[in-house]
């Protein structure tokens, strides 16, 4: 169609009346309408750029009745559009077909790759040619991956390439190898969670929240409660909570009622939003979060404190929460309190395969409790306390960096890139060389990221198989 109408705009601007156009004004092999609900005859080459609408966007962008639908067609669940297109092409193709499709680059991420190019790889599919990631060239601020495939093809592909690179294969994460993904290890669930989402303005002043936190009768200090968001941890010098929020956690409306003070701010600012949402039925208590985490709050019983960290940035920040601080959706939390385990997940061998194992936005990482942390083997050393010794003194050196000068981690890690608190920058390498040690592994292995991430794989396969006991929580 391209090129009818550029030569027809030729032939007509230049007067080229003896110059035939092209016969392509047959368009009768041009359908319009919905690609995914209409049937694909069955074909040698299919070539398509699917729209872009993440998976939390899709009921907004497409309806409930449509989501359902996708749910129901495809029986995958919600995930980003561009992934149903993907299933699509592969099942259409015939036997020694080519496809070449443009996704957002969740394809190969998480959730959106075990409905897309797994499946693809799994039937009979191999990656020919592929960018991993890239800018898209339009206004949509996405990054995009570019996949070709071959469905079962007679032969083995001459040359296969990614990101220009000439490999001997592409795995369906879009790296190098036949690498197959990490397994969810049994003893690593239910301790990390993304925090809590109240769904509504739940948020209260901070000069009424401090007034009625001094109230002891009721004692409103048990739910207006500090509320940790991802940037009081990337950019608060004290990685502390900037503002308060009404939370009843699981509590019942005569319960809450307790608490009327803070029941009448919430019934005002909250209510109306929560009962007039999409979301309201997976929980219609108005009152309380939408998504209040009560077994998250039921693994803190005994904990002196827990672990928060950032859900999504350029960096992968941790810092230590007193149980009475409310950790948002922005923020991933986990039922931890040792020092052993903050020196685990701050140190290079956890951050490197949380970076590689997590999905990102734009070029930020999205740390994902369920493929990063599940996935991750712990050490079990017999002694804990080298670890957990220099993450206290890690802690205090930054702490008291970021104190003085008033600055947050986000900050303070940039000037250490470049260069600065050299004390700083070799605490940190004498936390990852602790690790390796736990593990078992040489000292250079907690520089290499590629190394470590290969040797955490095994390691993740062998506990899996049952061949490595397993219980580093115990």
């Given at each position: ?61 497409l309806g409930d009745d449509y989501v359902e639908w996708l749910k129901a067609e495809f ?102 190898g036949q690498e197959r993904e990490p397994t969810r290890l049994t003893k690593n669930a ?285």
């Amino acid at each position: 169609v391209t090129l009818w109408m550029g030569q027809k705009q030729a032939v007509d601007e230049l007067g080229l009346d003896h110059e035939q156009v092209l016969p392509l004004t047959n368009l009768s092999g041009i359908v319009r309408g919905d690609a995914l609900k209409i049937e694909w005859p069955r074909a040698d080459a299919i070539i398509s750029n699917p729209p872009y609408h993440g998976d939390r966007r899709l009921r907004g962008e497409l309806g409930d009745d449509y989501v359902e639908w996708l749910k129901a067609e495809f029986k995958v669940g919600v995930k980003d559009y561009c992934v149903y297109w993907f299933r699509k092409a592969h099942d259409r193709l015939v036997a020694g077909g080519r496809a070449g499709l443009v996704g957002t680059n969740s394809i190969s991420q998480n959730r959106g790759r075990g409905a897309s190019l797994d499946y693809v790889v799994e039937n009979g599919g191999v990656i020919t040619n592929a960018i991993s990631s890239q800018d898209w060239s339009g206004e949509a601020a996405v990054d995009v991956s570019i996949v070709n495939w071959v469905k079962r093809p007679m032969n083995a592909p001459p040359k296969i390439a990614l990101d220009g690179t000439v490999v001997e294969s592409i795995a369906s994460s879009l790296r190098p190898g036949q690498e197959r993904e990490p397994t969810r290890l049994t003893k690593n669930a239910r301790i990390a969670y993304q925090g809590m989402l109240p769904g509504a303005n739940y948020l209260v002043d901070a000069m009424v929240a401090k007034r009625l936190r001094m109230t002891a009768h009721p004692p409103y200090a048990e739910v207006i409660r500090p509320y940790l968001v991802g940037d009081d941890i990337a950019n608060d010098p004290e990685q502390a909570p900037s503002r308060y929020i009404v939370d009843f956690g699981v509590r019942s409306l005569e319960e809450a009622m307790g608490y009327p003070d803070a029941l009448q701010i919430i019934g005002l600012q909250a209510r109306h939003d929560r009962e007039t949402s999409r979301s309201y039925s997976r929980n219609p208590r108005w009152w309380q979060f939408l998504w209040p985490r009560p077994v998250f709050r039921q693994r803190l019983s005994g904990l002196s404190r827990y672990l928060a960290g950032t859900a999504t940035g350029k960096r992968i920040l941790f810092c230590w929460c007193d149980l009475s601080t409310v950790a948002s959706n922005a923020t991933n939390v986990f039922a931890l309190d040792d020092d052993f385990f903050f020196g685990i997940m701050t140190s290079r061998p956890h951050t490197a395969w949380a970076a590689t194992r997590s999905s990102t936005l734009e070029n930020r990482i999205r740390y994902t409790p369920s493929s990063a942390f599940e996935t991750f083997p712990f050490p079990q050393p017999s002694d804990k306390e080298p670890i957990a010794e220099v993450s206290r003194r890690l802690i205090a050196r930054r702490s008291e960096i970021c104190l003085e000068r008033q600055i947050g981690l986000t900050k303070l890690y940039n000037e250490v890139d470049d260069g600065a608190y050299r004390d700083l920058s070799e605490l940190h390498v004498a936390l990852d060389e602790a690790v390796a040690a736990a593990y078992g592994w040489p000292a250079s292995a907690a520089h290499d990221p590629q190394e470590s991430n290969r040797l955490l794989l095994e390691l993740n396969r062998e506990i899996a198989a049952g061949r490595v006991p397993y219980d580093p929580f115990r």
